[in-house]
């Protein structure tokens, strides 16, 4: 997060990006100021996001059969799920897949919450294994409901871990979430004139997506969702950490700042979903 003194130097550079910087690089310089900017400026404006009730759960070669058990037979009896999905930079090459994370939705805005560590995972002829695969078997059947913040294709590079095929996601058909916010907001936030009255100007600001900077073709950003619907912060300064590391505790004797690093980690990849079910609870309702 930059510093008061560090976000006013963003502010001026944004607009008059510094000599220095050469043209092939000015593209990407301006892009992670706005960032930079905008995590600042959020963070000052809202509390931070607050989920609702949840219990998390690890998937991987740490985790138990019974675990396994428990967390197939809560996604056989629940008809919602929310995913998402990290992947880890590297340098000149594609993105690498690292996590799947999968929200049950339970009654009462309850949810159960996986993270399964594809790096991690148990080996191929083992039960767990098999375990894993019949999860995904259930929550890739054609009466389930699944909703993710994009296109099913961020899933596509994850078949190589063999939990799932393309043939299985292909017969599937997720709700995006990230598509239906957009006609959402802009169905409750169609464009309003400013009324005077006496000298003064007293009328809102009007949150049509012209008037907030949003181009017709630009999708929102589930940060963005979140400020502007739940006027809360969720903060996205750890996107491009090493979310292949192993952030269960129980996969490696760890010192104290290594589980605090994990555990916001963690908190990040398991808020991206939580963020979801409370954008489409408020749509829904």
């Not at 400026?41 to 428990?70: A, G, H, M, R, S």
């Not at 919450?113 to 083992?126: A, G």
């Not at 907030?212 to 619907?229: C, F, H, N, V």
């Amino acid at each position: 997060m930059l510093s008061e003194a560090e976000y006013y130097t963003a502010l001026q550079n944004v607009h008059n990006i510094p000599s220095h910087i050469q043209v092939q690089h000015r593209q990407n310089y301006t892009k992670l100021l706005k960032k930079q900017i905008k995590e600042y400026e959020y963070n000052l404006k809202y509390d931070n996001f607050q989920p609702l009730p949840y219990i998390p759960y690890f998937v991987n070669k740490t985790t138990t059969e019974p675990t396994l058990q428990q967390l197939i037979q809560a996604a056989t009896s629940s008809s919602e799920f929310i995913m998402d999905t990290e992947s880890i930079n590297i340098y000149k090459r594609k993105n690498e897949p690292t996590l799947i994370q999968i929200q049950i939705i339970l009654p009462y805005n309850l949810s159960l919450v996986m993270i399964v560590e594809m790096w991690h995972l148990p080996r191929n002829n083992t039960t767990c294994f098999t375990l894993i695969k019949q999860l995904f078997n259930i929550i890739f059947t054609t009466n389930k409901i699944i909703y993710l913040w994009g296109l099913k294709d961020e899933l596509t590079p994850f078949v190589d871990f063999n939990l799932f095929s393309h043939d299985q996601l292909q017969s599937i058909t997720p709700i995006n979430l990230q598509h239906q916010f957009k006609l959402f907001w802009n169905e409750q936030h169609t464009h309003r004139n400013r009324i005077s009255t006496s000298d003064d100007i007293l009328e809102e600001n009007c949150l049509c997506e012209t008037c907030i900077g949003k181009k017709s073709s630009e999708p929102w950003s589930l940060q963005d969702s979140t400020a502007y619907l739940l006027k809360e912060y969720l903060p996205k300064i750890l996107t491009r950490e090493k979310f292949n590391l192993g952030l269960d505790p129980h996969l490696f004797n760890l010192d104290f700042q290594e589980r605090q690093y994990r555990q916001q980690l963690t908190n990040y990849a398991l808020n991206d979903c939580l963020s979801m079910q409370r954008i489409l609870i408020n749509m829904k309702n």
